[in-house]
């Protein structure tokens, strides 16, 4: 069954061959998600193409970690392979994506990207709170042929994350070509508290990225760059998950941790393309963008704009075999068919964590964002002379975003917020954790209360945007700094 796990012994990660070691080598419910071999990236055209790729799992508590971003070719299906851009390890050879980054709450990951592309990058860490120097923004560029170190001090809850390029107005262009990567925050006392969450990467815990791409005769994306593609951004026909068309998935059955990002340059999968299982089969919400929800949200359909991430368990009994939906779409199949993980152990807890606790009484600042249909932000476009805004660090502020028309999801940098209100009325259950990407569309205003405790000064300021890339290349996106 783990012909997957053994020949990753054989390529050989480091970090994953001393996780094993400290393990003790038998996997129990609960015990950390470092304690299994993480299963490599198949970028071979063989018979095993249509099973899931789960990107390495690579440790990077307490180190630094060399990150290259390399000119690379992945096996979408076609027949012949498409050249890519990818994130690698010294002893990985990913064709797309990059590696899972393991980081912990307390510890530090120096992250070390090196651009060996010919043109500019930068590489922005999604969701984690860390400082404008080491956010890398737009403003933090990283030339051909030079690194650039992020020094992350982990001081949030458990969560999952991603990192991707954000260089100004050539977002879109290196995402699509293959450049995203997912972070795991794991955090010692939420594992102590919650033993028995899914949490063996790769088995039971499953890192998912959406995104949709479409590709021309030649076998190369299609894209172009100077389409810009209008109001709804770039839409790819075929709908990926880790790279693939439609993927399968073997897992134990009991309950299975999915971890979904929508990584996908401006498709929304919501409303008539919201996420679902077979026979609407119900799910639970257990985590938003920011960590653990306050309990698990049950539901039978989720809605995922550009740059959200949910997490969400299912029970799987027997062989049972169902299929995850983007509306009608199958995107992937899951069946429960491996027998040599025991996880019986696995429940859904009742009690996740603690909700936020922000509190509109102690707001001081309120401030409104209007998205329009000309790529603005407040009638303005990104300047990267400009600084948009100025907020006092540890300041409780209360932001109201909204857009008539076209509809975007709006995120914000250096922080994650707990929203308030959405058209008037509550929230959606599933966005009562912390966020930092919301759906904003006409008539849902979206009001959060957002509090930075990390700093970020003019000459790195932070990014509010529109995670729609095509529009946040086109300018809609503004730059603040927390003083
Ligand atoms: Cu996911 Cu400003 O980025
Ligand atoms: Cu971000
Ligand atoms: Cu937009």
Redesign the pocket.
């Known amino acids: 069954m783990h012909s997957r796990r053994h020949f990753l012994k054989a390529l050989s990660l480091g970090a994953a061959s001393v996780a094993i070691a400290s393990c003790g080598g038998k996997n129990k419910g609960g015990s950390s998600i470092t304690g299994v071999n993480a299963i490599p990236s198949n970028q071979t055209p063989t018979a095993k193409g249509k099973e899931l790729i789960i990107p390495n799992l690579v440790d990077t508590r307490n180190t630094t970690t060399d990150l290259w971003i390399k000119k690379q070719q992945f096996d979408f299906g076609l027949g012949s392979m498409t050249p890519t851009y990818a994130y690698n390890t010294a002893d990985t050879n990913l064709g797309l994506l990059g590696p899972t980054l393991l980081m912990e709450r307390g510890a530090t990951s120096t992250i070390n990207y090196i651009n060996t592309m010919n043109e500019v990058t930068t590489a922005?860490q999604?969701g984690l709170h860390v400082d404008g120097p080491n956010d890398g923004g737009p403003q933090s560029s990283i030339a051909p042929g030079q690194s650039r170190a992020n020094v992350l001090h982990i001081d949030q809850q458990a969560g999952f994350h991603w990192y991707?390029p954000?260089p100004h107005g050539r977002t879109a262009p290196q995402v699509i070509s293959g450049l995203a990567g997912m972070i795991i925050i794991q955090d010692p006392e939420e594992m102590s508290r919650l033993p028995n969450l899914p949490r063996e990467y790769g088995i039971n815990d499953i890192p998912l990225v959406i995104q949709d791409k479409s590709f021309n005769s030649d076998g190369t994306i299609a894209y172009d760059v100077n389409k810009r593609y209008g109001k709804r951004g770039y839409l790819g026909d075929s709908i990926l998950v880790n790279g693939k068309s439609s993927p399968q998935l073997t897992t134990p059955s009991g309950w299975i941790r999915l971890r979904v990002l929508n990584g996908s340059n401006a498709r929304f999968y919501e409303r008539g393309d919201s996420l679902s299982f077979t026979n609407n089969r119900t799910f639970y919400v257990i985590a938003s963008d920011g960590g653990l929800l306050e309990k698990p949200v049950a539901t039978n359909v989720l809605p995922l704009g550009p740059?959200e991430r949910y997490e969400v368990m299912i029970e799987l009994n027997g062989n049972e075999s169902l299929d995850l939906f983007a509306g009608t779409r199958s995107i992937m199949s899951i069946s429960a068919g491996n027998t040599s993980f025991d996880n019986s152990a696995s429940t859904l807890p009742s009690i996740l964590a603690v909700a936020p606790s922000l509190s509109t009484v102690n707001v001081v600042r309120k401030r409104s964002f209007e998205l329009k249909e000309n790529m603005t932000i407040n009638n303005k476009q990104m300047n990267m002379m400009v600084i948009d805004e100025a907020i006092n660090f540890g300041d409780v502020e209360q932001w109201r975003v909204f857009g008539k028309g076209a509809k975007h999801t709006f995120?914000v940098?250096g922080c994650s917020f707990m929203v308030v209100s959405r058209g008037g009325g509550a929230p959606e259950p599933w966005e009562l954790g912390w966020k930092d990407t919301v759906i904003v569309s006409g008539k849902r205003d979206v009001e959060f209360l957002v509090q930075f405790n990390k700093r970020a000064d003019k000459s790195t300021p932070y990014?509010y945007?529109c995670?729609m890339l095509e529009h946040e290349d086109m300018g809609m996106m503004g730059q603040f700094t927390v003083t």
Request: no cysteine; glycine share 10%; proline share 0%.
């Open positions: 922005h999604h991707h954000h740059g995120h940098h990014m945007h995670h």
